[in-house]
């Protein structure tokens, strides 16, 4: 079992920044991906970006230039900074953890973009 406890999200005005944090324990160490998913009104939860425990990176194109995904495997955490916002970033943004144990769920965090 793994769990995950994500932080930060809130509310962001377009063109700003805002930073999620997850944190990992448990079996950690059968976590080959960890990553950020988005649900957006009126679509299906999709991938925000991921990163490996080799570093590959993988980004959604909405995400491509926008975000970071960063990893710490010491503290076996996974941030994503978010810059500039636009108001359709807005969603309950989940912690992902997949791996060789299974794919696991953080409770989300919402983002909120607006003016």
């Known amino acids: 079992q793994v769990q995950l406890v994500e932080s930060g999200g809130g509310s962001g005005q377009p063109g700003g920044s805002l930073r999620l944090s997850c944190h990992a324990t448990g079996n950690v160490n059968t976590v080959y991906y960890l990553g950020w998913y988005r649900q957006v009104p009126g679509k299906q939860r999709e991938l925000v970006a991921a990163i490996s425990n080799a570093g590959v990176l993988r980004y959604a194109d909405f995400a491509k230039g926008r975000f970071t995904i960063s990893r710490d495997k010491d503290k076996n955490t996974v941030d994503l900074q978010m810059t500039r916002l636009k108001p359709e970033d807005t969603g309950l943004y989940f912690c992902?953890?997949?791996?060789?144990?299974?794919?696991?769920w953080g409770q989300g965090t919402q983002v909120t973009v607006s003016s």
């Open positions: 992902n953890a997949d791996g060789s144990d299974g794919d696991y």
